[in-house]
């Protein structure tokens, strides 16, 4: 299994939709950025066709948030242009979503990715 912790939490749905379209782009970039240095080290030999990829997100609170609001729009992309899976359609990817434990100090967002087996 890889294992990518990447600190920060990206924007939800609902503040994605607020973005305007130059805020957007430099967050889509800067979330590229941070996951690209964060798995430099860890990419496999060759992309994964069909992987389970989980998202455990630690927020800095408790407050109540919806996982249907955190995509990982942001964070499946540069999966796939930093190699480690080959798509992020449904044919590729199993994509599971989980709420860590929240973090005031260190608010991020722990990728796991695994081969699908079968």
Known sequence: MIRIE????PPSL????RMHYHQWNRTK???AYRIAL??????????LDRAVVTLI???PDRRRRDPDNFSGKFILDPLVS?????DDSFDHIELRHKKGKPD???PRVVIEIEEAKG
């Open 82 to 86: 930093e190699g480690f899976i080959v």
């Open 38 to 47: 964060m798995s430099r080290r860890l990419r496999p030999p060759k992309p």
């Open 57 to 59: 997100y630690h927020f």
């Open 29 to 31: 970039r800067d979330w």
């Open 104 to 106: 005031k100090r260190n």
């Open 6 to 9: 990447v600190p920060g939490i």
């Open 14 to 17: 609902n503040e994605l939709k």
